[in-house]
């Protein structure tokens, strides 16, 4: 794996649902990261969650 045009859309659905990052890469047959930085991206949901979870930290009581 890790050569077709739909390995993006995979590694990229895998991550929304989260699934560790190393099953995947075991998948693609390389390394995690490469999994991370090349063949996934954040979805939109995911990026949503980051931000929200540092809203608490952020506000000024």
């Known amino acids: 794996?890790?050569?077709f045009p739909g390995?993006?859309?995979h590694a990229s659905l895998m991550r929304?649902?989260?699934v560790d990052p190393k099953v995947v890469a075991?998948?693609?047959g390389h390394a995690a990261d490469v999994t991370l930085?090349?063949?996934s991206q954040t979805a939109l949901?995911?990026?949503k969650?980051?931000?929200d979870s540092h809203k608490p930290?952020?506000?000024v009581a």
Do not use: H, I, P
């Open 26 to 28: 075991d998948q693609f």
């Open 37 to 39: 930085t090349v063949y």
């Open 1 to 3: 794996m890790g050569e």
């Open 45 to 47: 949901g995911l990026r």
């Open 49 to 51: 969650e980051a931000v």
């Open 57 to 59: 930290a952020l506000s």
């Open 7 to 9: 390995d993006a859309a």
């Open 16 to 18: 929304e649902l989260k």
